[in-house]
Every structure is written in C-alpha cells, then in structure tokens.
C-alpha cells in the first residue's frame, strides 16, 4: 500500500486527512445541539460504531464555544478505583494530564484552580470523591466558557462501587447547576447506556444504580452510514484511484449487506482495496470494485477472526438468554415482536444484534445474519432443527463449504 494516500481504517479513530471516512457533518451538528441545551447523555452504541471517531472530531467541533476536557476510563487502571482516595488522586492526575498537554492544552481554564488540582492528585490520602468535584465546581465557575466534560469508554470502569459514587456526585452537581458551578453538559460514551449499565453490576448491588442514572437524555442521532454517506465516501476514493467503479451501485451493496454498520463498511472497503485488487481472480482495482470483487470482500469478511466478530460472539457465551432469542429469530420460524422490556432484547439490541424493524425483531445485518448462521449451524440443536434437515437434504442448494448460503434460502 502505497503510504502517501488515504486509507480505508478499521482501527481506532478515523482523521479525514489519512482515512477514507464517511462525512460526520450532520452528526456533529445534531450532537451540538444537545450540548448547546446543556444535556447530559450518553453515546451508546455497540463495539466499533465510530463513537471513539465521534468524539475526537466532536471535541474539536465545540472548541470554538466551549472548554472541552474529552477523557478515556480505559486509560484508568483497575486499582485507582480501589476506593474514593485513590479515584480522586488517579481522576486529578488524568485530568491535569489532558488539559496540560504539551501538544494540545486546553486553554481557559484557571490556573489557580488547576494547582489546586495538582494538590489533590499529589495526596491521594486526604481527597475525598466530595473535595474533588469541590474543586471541579470552581474550576467551573471560573472558566472563561462553559465546560463540556466527555468521558470515553465508561462503562469499563462501572462494576465497582467507587465509579458509582463518582457518578452520583457527577449527577449531584449537574442537577444543582444553578447553584453551584458545573459542567454545563455531560457526555457519556460507551456500549452501555447509563439507564442499562445495571447489566454490568453485580445482583448484591442493584439497589445503589438506580440514582446515577436518571437524569440522562435520550440520545437518537443515527450513528450508522446512509448510503449517501457511503456513496460520499467512495467518490472521494475513486476521484485518487479511478478505479471506474460503479459507485452508486457499490454504495448500494455495501449498504444493503451491513445496514450501515461502520465497522463493516470501512472493513469490507479495505478488503477491496488491499486483499482483493491484486489478487489472482482480481487483479487490479478495476476488477475489485465490482460486484464479484464486493461478494469476495464479503466472503473473506465472513471467514476471518476479528475484533468486533469476537466481541460478538463473546456475548453469546457471557449471555445465555440473548443466544437463545437470537436462536429464535433465525431457527423458530417466527416473527418475533420487539419489546424493550424484555432484557434479552434489550441486551441484542445494545450490542447492536438486532434491530426493531416496525414492532418485528430482526437481526441487524445481513453479515451478522450470515455470521451467526454459520456459528449456530455448528451446534447440536441447530442440527436437529428442520431448517438444517432440509438444508442437508439438499446441500447443493443450501448448504456451501459447511455454511449457510444466505443467497440461496
């Protein structure tokens, strides 16, 4: 691959100057409005949807009116959560070590206030969760703009008891706002949403999540790809290239096989791209950004270990009740109607299984679709499923390489 030119990436955040990447535009616009209104809210969505992609270009969309301090739980290890002294310590560390940065500090913050900070994260024997956010408010109340707070990858630190606290004296300062300096909005992003991160806690716990939670707003911009934005995507990709790909009809498959799931989108792009141009049956780009070049980026996609096909099927083994619904939806030979009280639902959607297709519960995509098939194809109780009895009988017609063959059922 030629390191001069974009590229399609699958990996971490996206930056338009090295990537192919759809236009998050209108997606930022409406995310502003909801900090413009001073909400607190979370971006859920399942494993790589572009929250990570979201967030950066988001911090840098609202600098030009607010403070931005964007954090990562992730880079928080397990034992600065050991109890309330060790978070404030770890919490004011972190903080000070992203507003200070040397490559890119964020400016209109007090400096005074800043070294009481300092202090704080020097003597993790004396703070309390309390005398932190005490700090906090005052650095609030003496920013030169209103303060947004954006907390990345939450919820991998939301099965202990300290986070909960942190979250309630969080909640606590943004519900008292008029009264006492905070941070004018709050950005939660991760899998779970703050109303569903209950999942993650233990049972001898529940009772002390239900405070931290309810204050948070809806949160309904379409994260996903249209096929607009893929079609975007791919004349800017073909304006370098001149492969002279069909790019409507391409957009158009991509979209109607992954329903605009990003990762999917961007994956199946590069495989194109990098695996399939070149090879023996395609050898240049022109014969890869076809239709037959697009159905074997999709087969190498289905057949490959990656980190989002692992997280997924991860959540099959760690959720029994959410196997068993997905087992229904493509074995059962039934509708299955859409109820978001049912946790199993709940938790499908969530990791971005399925969708609510007007009251009917479906699986999200058809490579989630065909991936699951091929998994459940494996076990006994899907062997002894008419579905695959029938298939047997006639595996030429159905049944290809020991897979379901989704274009021929």
């Not at 999917?264 to 070049?293: H, I, N």
């Amino acid at each position: 691959m030629d390191n001069n030119r974009r590229y399609f990436n699958t990996t971490g955040a996206c930056n338009p100057q090295l990537h192919y990447m759809v236009d998050i535009q209108e997606r930022l616009e409406e995310i502003k409005n909801l900090v413009d209104a001073g909400k607190y809210f979370t971006i859920n969505r399942a494993r790589q949807y572009g929250k990570t992609t979201t967030i950066k270009a988001l911090s840098e969309y609202l600098e030009n009116d607010y403070v931005v301090v964007s954090l990562d739980f992730q880079r928080m290890s397990n034992a600065e959560f050991a109890d309330e002294y060790i978070f404030s310590a770890a919490f004011a560390a972190y903080f000070l070590k992203t507003v200070r940065n040397k490559r890119n500090p964020v400016q209109g913050l007090n400096n005074d206030i800043l070294d009481k900070l300092s202090r704080i994260a020097n003597e993790n024997s004396a703070f309390s969760i309390g005398k932190l956010f005490a700090v906090l408010s005052e650095l609030c109340e003496t920013a030169e703009k209103p303060i947004v707070l954006i907390i990345d990858e939450v919820d991998s630190a939301a099965n202990n008891q300290v986070f909960l606290d942190f979250l309630a004296q969080l909640r606590s300062y943004y519900l008292d706002r008029e009264n006492s300096p905070a941070f004018w909005s709050v950005i939660l992003a991760g899998v779970y949403d703050v109303k569903n991160i209950r999942n993650k806690i233990r049972a001898d716990e529940e009772h002390k999540v239900n405070s931290p939670w309810n204050i948070a707003s809806d949160f309904r911009v379409n994260m996903g790809f249209t096929p607009g934005g893929i079609r975007g995507m791919l004349e800017e990709y073909e304006a370098d290239n001149h492969s002279g790909m069909n790019v409507e009809e391409i957009a158009g498959l991509i979209f109607d096989y992954t329903s605009g799931y990003p990762f999917l989108v961007s994956r199946l792009c590069k495989l194109m791209d990098e695996e399939v141009a070149g090879s023996v049956s395609f050898p240049d780009k022109a014969a890869a950004w076809t239709k037959e070049g697009f159905l074997e980026a999709e087969k190498l996609l289905l057949s490959e270990k990656n980190t989002l096909f692992e997280s997924l099927m991860g959540k099959l083994n760690d959720y029994p009740s959410l196997k068993r619904k997905l087992y229904s939806i493509l074995f059962g030979g039934k509708k299955l109607v859409y109820n978001p009280d049912d946790p199993a639902v709940d938790i499908a959607v969530m990791f971005g299984f399925v969708k609510n297709d007007g009251g009917t519960l479906r699986i999200a995509n058809r490579i989630f679709e065909t991936r699951l098939y091929n998994y459940f194809l494996t076990t006994d109780e899907a062997q002894n499923s008419e579905l695959f009895i029938f298939a047997s009988d006639d595996k030429s017609q159905f049944v290809q390489n020991g897979h379901l063959n989704m274009e021929l059922v």
